[in-house]
């Protein structure tokens, strides 16, 4: 979806370097979602930022953290990279005008493929 | 821990109605479910969602069961871009009244020529 951007799309790094993966949305939704995604699995939540002054843990926050600059942008870091954090990250946005209910859907971004080595 | 089940792989012939199985056999009154597809590691795709009445969109109809521990996706008319990784999610209850997509591994579904 057009409308949910991430940079950069593909990444290679080193073990034990700092790198930041970027997300923006021009939905205007005021939720936003990072996700990880193994081979052949589905994807785990990492983080959630409910507005700009909220951060949430998800599933699988050791080695991450998150910034949430503004409404429309979200990032997410690895402070020290590490071979196995090797995957897919997708990051998501909703909108909380229709949380909680059926309509709480959420739209993905085209991920970034990131490789530690 | 994902609360689905669904088959790994399906293969459906192109024009043919696409039946996607799933069992959520441990579901909770008031918990939906979701499916969504993913196409060659793209992002995932909102596809329909349900609670109790079978649904029908532009996309898909999803049936399910009366005591909810299983559904079906139904794509009526495949076609080869429908070929993707299929996920069938449950949405629970997650830090007060917020909620959390729960996935699976998904079927992958290949539809042939």
């Known amino acids: 979806d057009a409308d949910v951007t991430q940079t950069p799309r593909n990444r290679i790094t080193k073990t034990g370097k700092r790198i930041m993966l970027e997300c923006s949305q021009t939905k205007g939704h005021d939720r936003m979602y990072w996700y990880r995604q193994d081979p052949g699995l589905g994807l785990q939540l990492i983080y959630y930022s409910f507005d700009v002054k909220d951060i949430n843990k998800g599933e699988i926050s050791d080695g991450y953290s998150v910034s949430r600059q503004a409404q429309a942008k979200f990032s997410l870091s690895l402070e020290s990279a590490i071979p196995n954090q090797t995957a897919l990250y997708f990051c998501?946005?909703?909108?909380?005008?229709?949380?909680?209910?059926?309509?709480?859907?959420?739209?993905f971004g085209p991920g970034t493929r990131l490789t530690v080595l | 821990d994902a609360k689905t089940t669904q088959p790994p792989s399906m293969d459906c012939a192109e024009g043919r109605a696409a039946n996607l199985p799933c069992n959520h056999s441990t579901i909770s009154g008031n918990e939906y479910v979701y499916w969504y597809r993913q196409i060659h590691s793209q992002g995932p795709q909102y596809i329909i969602h349900?609670?109790?009445?079978?649904e029908t969109n532009e996309m898909a109809s999803l049936i399910i069961t009366e005591d909810r521990k299983s559904s079906t996706l139904i794509l009526p008319h495949a076609t080869l871009r429908d070929t993707a990784v299929y996920y069938c999610i449950v949405r629970v209850p997650y830090h007060d009244s917020n909620y959390q997509l729960i996935w699976g591994a998904g079927t992958k579904l290949i539809i042939k020529p």
């Open positions: 349900g609670l109790k009445n079978n």
């Open positions: 998501a946005t909703s909108d909380s005008g229709l949380a909680g209910g059926p309509l709480d859907t959420q739209y």
